[in-house]
C-alpha cells in the first residue's frame, strides 16, 4: 500500500511528539527563569557593581558636556608657591587675594582652604571675606562607633563673615573613584550641605547673579530635590564629569595676587580657590582619569557645581526599575527562541544587548538617568549559550534516532552483502558513522536514478530553474548526435530544442468552453515558436504540460512535454522535457484516412449508382405503385449518401491536421451564401450580408478555409430548412477587442440569424451532440443525418473559437460563431504561423 512521504523537519518536537513538546516549554521556561535569576542577581543583588561601573566611567569618558562658562578656577599652583614662598601661606596673603578679587565683582567666591586655627590675621581676613560672596568649607570625620561625626569648621570671625558653610566630603567607591557626592552629611545632631549646594541655591533664588544665567530644571524637579533635603536624607549624586572636567578657565594665585588679570575675567563669576601645586593637593580617582589623570580636589568642586547650577545631576536609577527594564530583552530573546534559527538568534542577541547598551546611553545623555546595562547583558549572555547548548543537544538526539531509525529500515534498492559493522568510539563518532551509511544510501539513490534514465528510450532532458540542461539521458545525446547538433548539457533549453519545428499543439480544450480555455486558445494562436519552449516562460506553462507534436531536421514527428521538478516545500526547482517519436504512429493515421476515403468511396459510389437509376426508371410509364417504390429507394439513398458525407467530414475535423491559412470572414461568409442561395431561392427565403459597415476591415482569421467554410455552411443550410417561405436570414460579421473585454484578445464574430420555427430551451444543451435532430415530428420532410452541427462545433472549437446559440420556439434562431483574430501589427509573424 503506497504510502504519503513525511516532510523532512529540523525541529525535534515534530518526530518526538507531545512529550517533546512539554520538555521543551519545561526547558524553555527553565532558561527564562534562570535568566530572570541573574538578571535579580546583577540588579538588586549588585553582583555585577564593578562592572556597571567600568561601563559609568566609559560612557562618561565618550561625551564631553558643555561646561558652565561662569566658573574660574583660581590655582594654588607651583609657580604661585615658588613666589610666595613655601606653604601654608600667611592669611594676610589670603587677605590680599580676596580684596584684589573683590575689585572685579565676582558673582561669588568659593574658597576650598581650611582655616581652622586662630590666627592674629584673621580679622583681616574676615574683612576681605565680607567683601564678596564667599563660601568656606567644612571638614567631617569620618563616623565613630557610635556614628557620630565631627564638623571641623573654620574658626569664629571667618565663619561669621562668611555668605555660607558647606562640607568638602566626597565620596570613594569600592575601587577607589569618585564617582557619586552627598549633598547633606552629618549625625543625629547636626547636617551640613556639600560647600557648593548653598552657591547653587544662591543662583537659584536670584541672590547670586551670573554673566550667563542656566537655564534651571522644572519646578517640579527643583520641589522633589528639596522635598529630599527637607526628608533628611543625602541626596546623593552622580557628578556628569566628562573629557573636559579639567578645562575651565584657570588663573595662577600669584598672578590674580598682583593684579595682572583683568577685572573682565572674573566679573559676575564664580570664583573656586583651591590647591594644586604638586604634594599640596588632595587627588582624587574619577571615571576620566584615564584621560586625565587624578583630579585635584578643586575640579571635582567645580564640576559639582557646574552640575547643581546647570541642573545636570545624574541621577543612579532604582534597582527596581534596573531590574524591571532588563527583563524586557531577555523576554523578547526568549520570544526568538521559539520562532527563530540558532544563527538569528546569536543575530538577535547582539542587537539585544547593543540596544540595552544603546539605552542606557540615551537615559545617562539625555535624561541624567543612569540605569546600567549589564543586567540586561548577563541575563543575555548566560541564557542564549545554555539555550544552544540545550538545542544542540535535543537536535544530536533527533539526528541519533532518526539516523538508527534510517540504518534499521531495509534498503529499497538492490545493494551489495554488507559485514557486520560495530560502531565504536564516542557517540559524536557513532553519529558520523551513521551519517556516512545514510550518505551511502543517498549515492545509491542517486546512482539509480542516473541508471534509470539512461534506460529510457526517449530523449529526457532535465533543466534548472533558468532553463540551463543539467541531466540528458543517453537517448538525448544519441537523439542530438544523430542530427549532428551540439551536446544539450549546459545549454538553453529553448536553444537546445529551437530547431525543432512546431506542427501543432495538442487539443486538451476542444470541448471546454471557459474563460480559461479560450484564453489558452488565443495564446497558442499567436505564439512565437520558439518562444514556448522556455520552460520560465510561465504563459506556456499549461500548453507545453499538455504537450506539443514537433519535426525534426530528418521530418520525424515527436511529442513534446514538460513536466515541473519541485522539491519536498513544492517549490519549483527544474524541468523535465521529454520527446516521444510519434512518426510511426502518424504513419498509422495516415493509413486510418486512406482507409476511411476507401469506405467512403465505396459507400458513396453505389448510393450514387442507385439515385441514377431511379431517374431512369422515373422517365418510364410505371404503374403508380413502382414510382412509390422507386421514391422510397430514392429516399434511402440520398440519406445513406448524405450520412457517409457527413461521416467523413466530421472524422477529418476531428482527426485531420489543419491546414491554417489567413482568410478573410467576410469572404467565407459570402462563399457560404453564395452555395446556400439556391434551396433558399428555391424557398423564396432571401439571404443577406452585414459587414458592420467598415468595407475595408475583412476580419481576418486564421483557420482551415475548406472546412470553416463547410461549417457555415452547415449553419446555413439549417436555417434554410427550419424557415418557413417568404423569410429572412442575416449574416453580420464584427469585432469585439480589447476596449469592450479588458484583458483579453481581439476576436471576430459571425452571427447567422433566422427567422425559423426556433428551439426550445431545454433541447438547446444537446444541440452539438451526434445524431441529434429537431422537428423531426413537426418537419418530417427535412431531411439530415443530425451530423452538421457536431461538424460546427468541432471546426470552430480547434481553431481556438467558440459558438453561442440564442434561439427560442417562434421566434427563430441566431447562432454566433467567434474565433481569434489576425491581428493586423502581427500580420507577418501570424501568416508565417498559418503557414
Known amino acids: 500500500m503506497p504510502t504519503t512521504p513525511t516532510r523532512l523537519s529540523l525541529d525535534p518536537r515534530a518526530r518526538l511528539g507531545r512529550r517533546a513538546g512539554r520538555r521543551f516549554l519545561i526547558e524553555w521556561v527553565s532558561i527564562g527563569c534562570l535568566g530572570v535569576v541573574v538578571i535579580l542577581l546583577a540588579s538588586l543583588g549588585r ?69 581652622t586655627e586662630p590666627n592674629s590675621d584673621d580679622a583681616q581676613l574676615a574683612h576681605a571675606i565680607a567683601l564678596s560672596p564667599t563660601y568656606l568649607p567644612v571638614l567631617l570625620t569620618a563616623p565613630d562607633h557610635n556614628g557620630r561625626r565631627v564638623a571641623v569648621e573654620p574658626v569664629a570671625p571667618l565663619a561669621h563673615a562668611a555668605a555660607g558653610l558647606g562640607h568638602i566630603n566626597f565620596e570613594v567607591d569600592s575601587d577607589g573613584i569618585v564617582r557619586s557626592v552627598a549633598q547633606f552629611q552629618g549625625d543625629a545632631g547636626s547636617r551640613w550641605p556639600q560647600l557648593m549646594v548653598p552657591v547653587a541655591d544662591a543662583v537659584e533664588h536670584g541672590t547670586l547673579r551670573l554673566n550667563a544665567p542656566p537655564q534651571w530644571q522644572a519646578p517640579a524637579e527643583a520641589a522633589a530635590r528639596r522635598t529630599i533635603r527637607d526628608e533628611g536624607g543625602e541626596d546623593r549624586f552622580l557628578i556628569p564629569f566628562g573629557p573636559n572636567a579639567q578645562t575651565y578657565p584657570r588663573l595662577s594665585f600669584a598672578r590674580v595676587l598682583a593684579g595682572d588679570v583683568p577685572a573682565g575675567q572674573l566679573h559676575g563669576r564664580i570664583v573656586v580657590i583651591g590647591v594644586t601645586a604638586s604634594g599640596l593637593y588632595d587627588r582624587f580617582a574619577t571615571p576620566v582619569s584615564g584621560e586625565l589623570g587624578p583630579l585635584p580636589g578643586v575640579y571635582i568642586h567645580a564640576n559639582v557645581l557646574d552640575a547643581l547650577v546647570t541642573g545636570r545631576e ?62 540586561a547583558i548577563a541575563g543575555l549572555v548566560v541564557v542564549y549559550p545554555i539555550w544552544n547548548w540545550r538545542r544542540l543537544e535535543m537536535t544530536m538526539a533527533y539526528l541519533r534516532e532518526e539516523l538508527q531509525r534510517l540504518a534499521d529500515e531495509p534498503h529499497l534498492l538492490p545493494e551489495t552483502p554488507q559485514r557486520r559493522r560495530e560502531f565504536g568510539g564516542d557517540v559524536l563518532e557513532q553519529h558520523m558513522a551513521l551519517m556516512a551509511q545514510a550518505a551511502q544510501r543517498v549515492q545509491d539513490m542517486k546512482r539509480f536514478v542516473w541508471d534509470r534514465l539512461d534506460s529510457v528510450p526517449e530523449p529526457i532532458l532535465v533543466s534548472d530553474v533558468q532553463g540551463v540542461v543539467l541531466i540528458a539521458n543517453h537517448a538525448a545525446k544519441a537523439h542530438f548526435a544523430r542530427l549532428r547538433a551540439p551536446s544539450p548539457q549546459g545549454r538553453p533549453m529553448q536553444t537546445v530544442l529551437g530547431g525543432l519545428t512546431l506542427v501543432k499543439a495538442i487539443d486538451r480544450v476542444a470541448n471546454d ?89 465505396d459507400m458513396r459510389s453505389p ?131 480589447p476596449a469592450a473585454m479588458p484583458g483579453a484578445a481581439r476576436r471576430v ?8 420555427y426556433g428551439i426550445p430551451k431545454d433541447q438547446q444543451a444537446g444541440l452539438f451532440e451526434r445524431f441529434r435532430r429537431f422537428h423531426a415530428t413537426q418537419r418530417p420532410e427535412v431531411g439530415g443525418a443530425g451530423l452538421g452541427m457536431a461538424f460546427v462545433k468541432t471546426v470552430v472549437t480547434r481553431h481556438g473559437g467558440d459558438v453561442d446559440v440564442v434561439s427560442a420556439p417562434g421566434e427563430g434562431t441566431a447562432f454566433t460563431i467567434w474565433l481569434p483574430a489576425l491581428e493586423d501589427a502581427q500580420s507577418d509573424a501570424s501568416r508565417t504561423l498559418c503557414s
Open 47 to 115: 553582583l555585577s557593581a564593578s562592572v556597571d561601573q567600568l561601563v559609568y566611567d566609559r560612557f562618561l569618558s565618550l561625551r564631553a558636556p558643555a561646561l558652565l562658562p561662569d566658573i574660574v578656577v583660581v590655582e594654588i599652583d607651583n609657580a604661585s608657591v615658588a613666589e610666595l614662598g613655601r606653604w601654608p601661606w600667611p592669611r594676610s596673603v589670603h587677605a590680599k587675594l580676596l580684596e584684589q578679587i573683590a575689585k572685579a565683582k565676582p558673582a561669588a567666591v568659593i574658597y576650598d582652604v581650611l582655616f
Open 513 to 601: 468552453r471557459s474563460a480559461a480555455a479560450d484564453a489558452e486558445r488565443n495564446l497558442y494562436a499567436h505564439a512565437h515558436w520558439p518562444a514556448p519552449l522556455d520552460p520560465a516562460r510561465g504563459e506556456f506553462a499549461a500548453l507545453m504540460a499538455q504537450g506539443v507534436e514537433v519535426r525534426d531536421a530528418d521530418e520525424r514527428d515527436h511529442l513534446l512535454r514538460y513536466a515541473t521538478c519541485t522539491n519536498a516545500q513544492g517549490e519549483t526547482t527544474g524541468w523535465i522535457a521529454g520527446l516521444v517519436d510519434v512518426s510511426a504512429l502518424h504513419a498509422a493515421e495516415r493509413q486510418r484516412e486512406d482507409a476511411l476515403r476507401l469506405l467512403s468511396h
Open 314 to 375: 545624574i541621577e543612579p536609577a532604582a534597582r527596581w526599575l534596573v531590574f524591571a527594564a532588563s527583563l524586557a530583552p531577555l523576554a523578547a530573546l526568549l520570544a526568538g527562541f521559539l520562532v527563530l534559527s540558532p544563527r538569528r538568534s546569536l543575530l538577535l542577541t547582539g542587537t539585544l544587548a547593543l540596544l540595552a547598551a544603546a539605552g542606557s546611553a540615551a537615559a545617562l545623555y539625555g535624561a541624567r538617568l543612569w540605569a546600567s546595562p549589564v543586567p
Open 607 to 737: 448510393q450514387a449508382s442507385i439515385l441514377a437509376l431511379v431517374e431512369i426508371e422515373r422517365g418510364r410509364t410505371e404503374p403508380a405503385l413502382a414510382r412509390d417504390l422507386l421514391g422510397r429507394i430514392e429516399r434511402y439513398a440520398q440519406r445513406a449518401l448524405t450520412l457517409a458525407d457527413d461521416s467523413v467530414q466530421l472524422a477529418r475535423a476531428e482527426s485531420q491536421a489543419y491546414v491554417l491559412e489567413p482568410a478573410s470572414l467576410t469572404e467565407l461568409v459570402i462563399d457560404a451564401s453564395d452555395e446556400v442561395w439556391p434551396q433558399a431561392h428555391a424557398r423564396r427565403i432571401s439571404l443577406q450580408t452585414d459587414t458592420g459597415g467598415d468595407a475595408d476591415d475583412g476580419h481576418w482569421i486564421c483557420v482551415d478555409r475548406s472546412l470553416m467554410t463547410r461549417a457555415l455552411v452547415n449553419i446555413l443550410n439549417n436555417a434554410v430548412k427550419y424557415s418557413p417561405p417568404d423569410t429572412r436570414i442575416v449574416c453580420s460579421v464584427g469585432s469585439v477587442g
Open 749 to 756: 464574430s459571425c452571427t447567422i440569424r433566422d427567422q425559423g
